[in-house]
Each structure stands twice: as structure tokens, then as C-alpha cells.
């Protein structure tokens, strides 16, 4: 069964940074591509960011980019999120989900343009002075 | 970067059917078969329901079943269920590797 839990949230003053962790069980970690969505309080779902399998390929949501970083580490099956420069908008539960390997219909010249599929429960980061 | 256009909400009868809207661009939804479809109950994360507009996850019901015709994508859940009254957000890929969600649609099941 695919398991992610998320840590790392917790209460920063604007302009801080905080990093984010994701523990992936259950499938292999190494050979999915993940990502980060955020969902701030009574408001939809928001893409953050994206990382392919090796940690090679990073892609961000403009309102995120030059702030945050995406990295993972195969051998511990961790995905993380670094964000800096924290804003009272950033203000969310962050959510990491996989989006399974570079197959199918999604899958372009090795490139995976699959949306989440499986999330895990979600992380509460609150920006407040 | 901007959400895709969802109804805020939608109302149906138990045994009736419903179609849930998911309007986009040329840039997302009209360029690519990859929309997906997720269910989200209160104060949990969401689960996924459809993939690439009309594919369907191992163990969800047939009763969600999806399409697309130009910018816009549709979810149409047959035979509602009391247990089908949640959020349901749509996501389409939208090129240089980014993503873009709906706003959500809250379903009610009178």
C-alpha cells in the first residue's frame, strides 16, 4: 500500500524558511516522479512543484519559483520542499503525492506529464507574524 | 498559471445523474488528454478518481466516468450516492512541465 507522510510544518514569521519532508512507503520512491500541491484554508487545490525520479528535473508554480526548492533523496525514499522567503499567502496544507513512473498515455520521450495520484495527508504550514 | 473554471457547486438526487464542468484554454485542457479528476472529503486528502479525461483508477467505481470536447473537460457521476456528496477538483497538464488545478465544485446530494 502507497503511504506518504508528510512533516515539517509548523509556524514561521514572514520571511522565514521551513523545509518540508515527505516519507514515501509502499512503492518504489526512486523509479516516481512527485509532487508538491498546496490547499490554503476553504480554497482549492494549488500545484507547487514537480521533481522527476533521479532529482534532475525540477519544475515550479511562478508564484513559488526563486522561493522554493524540490529535492528528494532515494536512499532514505524522502521527498522534501525547502521554502524561503515564506509570505502570509503561502499559508496552506502541503500536500506531497506521487505520480507513479514514466508510462502510458502520460508518458513523452521520458518525460511524465501525469498529475498526482496517490497524496498523503498533508502538512500545515501557517506564515503569521 | 490560472485555475481552471469549475461550478462552485452542483446538486443532484440519489439515483440521478450529474455533470461537473472543468473549463480551461487551448493552452491546457484543449492541448492535452491529460486531465485528471480527484474526490476530496472534508479534512481529507483528495483521491484520485479519473486520469488522462476517461481512464479510471483500480478500484473506482464505473459510475464516475469522464470526458473532454475542446477547453473543456466533464466528471458526470450516474446513479449518485449519498456518499458522493464531497469536493471534486479537475487538473490538466499545462505545459513546460506545470500543472493547473480547478477551483472545486462542491456536490450535494439532496
Redesign the interface.
Known amino acids: 500500500e502507497v503511504q506518504l507522510v508528510e512533516s515539517g510544518g509548523g509556524l514561521v514569521q514572514p520571511g522565514g524558511s521551513l523545509r518540508l519532508s515527505c516519507a514515501a512507503s509502499g512503492f518504489t520512491f526512486s523509479s516516481d516522479w512527485m509532487?508538491w500541491?498546496r490547499q490554503a484554508a476553504g480554497k482549492?487545490?494549488?500545484?507547487v512543484s514537480?521533481i522527476n525520479s533521479d532529482g534532475t528535473?525540477t519544475?515550479y508554480?511562478?508564484?513559488v519559483k526563486g522561493r522554493f526548492t524540490i529535492s528528494r533523496d532515494n536512499t532514505k525514499n524522502t521527498l522534501y520542499l525547502q521554502m524561503n522567503s515564506l509570505r502570509a499567502e503561502d499559508t496552506a496544507v502541503y500536500?506531497c503525492a506521487s505520480a507513479g513512473n514514466c508510462s502510458?498515455?502520460?508518458c513523452y520521450s521520458g518525460?511524465s506529464?501525469?498529475?498526482?495520484?496517490?497524496?498523503?495527508?498533508?502538512t500545515l504550514v501557517t506564515v503569521h507574524s | 498559471q490560472s485555475a481552471l473554471t469549475q461550478p462552485a457547486s452542483v446538486s443532484g438526487s440519489p439515483g440521478q445523474s450529474i455533470t461537473i464542468s472543468c473549463t480551461g484554454t487551448s493552452s491546457d485542457v484543449g492541448s492535452y488528454n491529460l486531465v485528471s479528476w480527484y474526490q476530496q472529503l472534508p479534512g481529507k486528502a483528495p483521491k484520485l478518481l479519473l486520469y488522462e479525461v476517461t481512464k479510471r483508477p483500480s478500484g473506482i467505481s464505473n459510475r464516475f466516468s469522464g470526458s473532454k470536447s475542446g477547453n473543456t473537460a466533464s466528471l458526470t457521476i450516474s446513479g449518485l450516492q449519498a456518499e458522493d456528496e464531497s469536493d471534486y477538483y479537475c487538473c490538466s497538464y499545462a505545459g513546460t512541465n506545470t500543472w493547473v488545478f480547478g477551483g472545486g465544485t462542491e456536490l450535494t446530494v439532496l
Open positions: 509532487h500541491v482549492g487545490l494549488v500545484w514537480r528535473s519544475s508554480a511562478d508564484s500536500y502510458g498515455g502520460s518525460v506529464l501525469a498529475s498526482p495520484d496517490s497524496w498523503g495527508q498533508g
